[in-house]
């Protein structure tokens, strides 16, 4: 199957970490992404990880992939007002021509 | 360099009518989507084509054409409009889903009334 799910709302206080998990279920997904929407406007792409690493760390972001749970997550430290946004979890495989995302993650910044 | 533009920004539909979405990308991307936007649902994914005269169904294809003659175009079509089509629609290119970025446009707000 190609299903991906994600929580739907995530609340943190500014200042604290972030973590936003997802699942797949398609063993066969090679590439993983997240990509972020901000509101009223479309998906960007944050960071993507293969699915022969374990983790990827870029500035604040560290994406974690457990290949054999199917389980991805992102960490987004020192959580500031303008990560507010939606977050989605995404795959692709490696013979596939699509893109299917989870039904994203609203992340809610406490002050 | 516009990326991925799409148009109209926002329209109101009356159930029956058909109208077309426009997506252009000047990337030179092979790879465009079609996706719409529901709350609760996430992003779900009406077509695709992999290269200029091709397209192919997605998860939603139902009530939705598609047609891809130029490289840098992916039209979608509603023949006949009804209310559970009420959607943001978005489209987006790639050059190739393997390791590469999806680039999306701002979005188009469809109401069925």
């Known amino acids: 199957g190609e299903d991906v799910e994600q929580s739907l709302f995530l609340s943190v206080r500014e200042g604290d970490s972030s973590v936003i998990n997802c699942t797949y279920t398609?063993?066969?997904?090679?590439?993983l992404y997240w990509y972020k929407q901000e509101p009223g406007a479309g998906l960007q792409l944050l960071t993507y990880i293969f699915s022969n690493m374990d983790m990827k760390q870029d500035q604040r972001l560290t994406v974690l992939l457990n290949k054999k749970d199917k389980h991805l997550s992102l960490r987004i430290a020192d959580t500031q007002t303008g990560d507010s946004a939606i977050y989605f979890c995404?795959?692709?495989?490696?013979?596939?021509?699509?893109?299917?995302f989870g039904k994203g993650t609203r992340l809610h910044i406490l002050p | 360099n516009a990326g991925v533009t799409q148009t109209p920004k926002f329209r109101v539909l009356k159930t029956g009518q058909s109208m077309t979405l426009l997506c252009a990308q000047d990337m030179n991307h092979e790879y465009m989507y079609w996706y719409r936007q529901d709350p609760g649902m996430g992003l779900r994914l009406i077509h695709y084509?992999?290269?200029?005269?091709?397209?192919a169904k997605g998860e939603v294809p139902d009530g939705y054409n598609v047609s891809r003659l130029k490289k840098q175009n992916f039209l979608l079509g509603l023949e006949s409009a009804a209310p559970s089509q009420t959607s943001v629609y978005f489209c987006a290119s790639s050059y190739s889903t393997a390791n590469t970025e999806a680039f999306f446009g701002q979005g188009t707000r469809l109401t069925v009334v």
């Open positions: 995404a795959h692709a495989g490696n013979r596939d021509d699509k893109i299917i």
């Open positions: 084509s992999v290269g200029e005269g091709t397209t």
């Open positions: 398609d063993s066969s997904s090679t590439y």
